[in-house]
Each structure stands twice: as structure tokens, then as C-alpha cells.
């Protein structure tokens, strides 16, 4: 398998605008902003570029495809993604090396991330245009607090030979620790050409998910040093709506998506001495 690299590339990238999500969105949530080229304008014929791509604040060359464009390219029911959307990231006409990045921001996770128990979910359908070689890649550079590299995770696409000389997308997956010392994940998308005029690099569902190990559970919702009778008390304020004296990230005390009289219960038998739910 070729990696390709361009010079320069991954240091501009990181000049970027940061993605900013809130700490509920840095864990067990989609981190990519239009990983599947689904938000803004598409090229009617693939070959006219478009002058944006919401989310990717860096790019040249990409281009913003439709399955239903036909020719060279993927259609509905070529190799790729069941849940694929309308729309997918080209090469683009007439750029041998195409590129689009974004930099999401990973401050908010600081803590458990220098845990060293954070891990990564990172994948992306991939491909080309029948015997062409013409590929695509992402690469996830792990950066610290001063921008700097500490790590890397890329995804190479399949040459015509892998996807059996057929238009269309493969996926391709990773997994990892993220690195101690994150602070944001830049994205690079690259697309390279190696004959005609056409980059016919083509990505799709490009995706980055964190989880992190949940906290052992506090009982001593109102943060006063003592777990008692009182906490069973704000839980069941906080259950109702009433926050002004509870101190935990959220009411859902028992973690199962919902908050209601369960999580008052929860903190009940933990109070009395039960394990955490």
C-alpha cells in the first residue's frame, strides 16, 4: 500500500479556526463537521468546483459530487456506504493533489483524555473510478496544546486493483488510544491523481468518535462532603428541573439516557451503601 504526503500540508492545516464542541459533545458523539459532504452546494456535473464546503475550512481542489451524476462517477448502486446520503467528496478536475482539512478542538476532554484512557473510532469509505489508481486518504494528527504533533492515525484508500477494477467506495477503519497530551484533532482529506485530468479520489463518511471511561458515580449530588438523605432530596429536585443546588455534569445519575424517578432511586441505594448503577 503507497502513502502519499505532501510537504507543508498538515502545518497549514493547523493555522485553522477550531471546531468548538461543549463537553457533551466531545465523547460518544460524531466529531466530523460534514463528514459526508452532505451540507452545502454540490457541482451538477462534478467537474465545476464549488466555492465551499461547510465544515472543512481548508480546502483546494475537492470537489462535491452527487451519486446520481453517473459517468465516471460512483452512482446509488456502486461499492459504498448503505446509508450514504446524495452526495460525496471528489479529487476534482484538473488537481493532481486535492486537499480539505478541519481542526477539532478536544480541551474540554482534557481531563480524561491525560487519563490515557480515551479511545478513537476513526473511519471513512474510500475509492476511485474503475482501473484508475486515482485514491483517497484521511490522516488524524493527534495535536498538543501548542498545536504540535504527538501522533497520527491515517486511512489509506484502495487502488483499482482492491476494489476489483469497479467505481466505488471501500471502507476503512482505526482504532487507538488517543495520545496523552491531546488538545485537537486535525483532519486532512487528500485526494491524488495518477492519470487523466481528473482526480477521481472519491471519500465518503468520514468519521471520529472518542469515548472516554465513565466516573465512578457521586452520591453527594449537592456537593456538601456528605452523602445522605438531603442528596436523595436534590436529586429528586434536580429530576424535576430544579438545578440550583446540584453540583453533578447532569441529573441522569444512573447513565441510561433518561432523566426520571430511576436516577432518584439510583442515588437512593447508593446513599445506603449499593454499588453504582
Known sequence: MKHFTQPGLLA????????????????????????????GPFSPDGYAPVTSIPGWSFFTGVNVVRYQTG???????????????????SGGNNSPFSTASQVIDLTAGSE??????????????????????????????????DGQSIGTSTLAGPFAGERGNQTGLLLRTAAGTVPVGTRSITLALTMIRTNGNYNNGYADNISMVLTAPLPPCDPDVNCDGSANG????????AVGGE???????????????????????????????????
Open 12 to 39: 497549514a492545516c493547523l493555522s485553522l479556526t477550531l471546531f468548538q464542541p461543549s463537553w457533551a459533545q466531545v465523547f460518544g458523539v460524531e466529531l466530523v463537521q460534514n463528514g459526508g459532504a452532505e451540507a
Open 243 to 277: 438545578l440550583t443546588d446540584y453540583c453533578q455534569p447532569d441529573a441522569d445519575f444512573n447513565r441510561d439516557g433518561a432523566v426520571n424517578g430511576t436516577d432518584v432511586e439510583a442515588v437512593e441505594l447508593v446513599v445506603g451503601g449499593a454499588p453504582c448503577p
Open 71 to 89: 459517468g465516471e462517477f460512483p452512482v446509488v448502486g456502486s461499492p459504498g456506504p448503505v446509508q450514504r446520503g446524495q452526495q460525496f467528496f
Open 230 to 237: 438531603v442528596d436523595v432530596e436534590i436529586q429528586e429536585l
Open 112 to 145: 480524561e483524555i491525560d487519563s490515557g484512557q480515551v479511545v478513537f473510532d476513526f473511519r471513512a469509505w474510500l475509492g476511485g473510478a474503475g482501473s484508475q489508481d486515482d485514491t483517497a486518504q484521511v490522516a488524524a494528527v493527534f495535536n498538543d496544546g
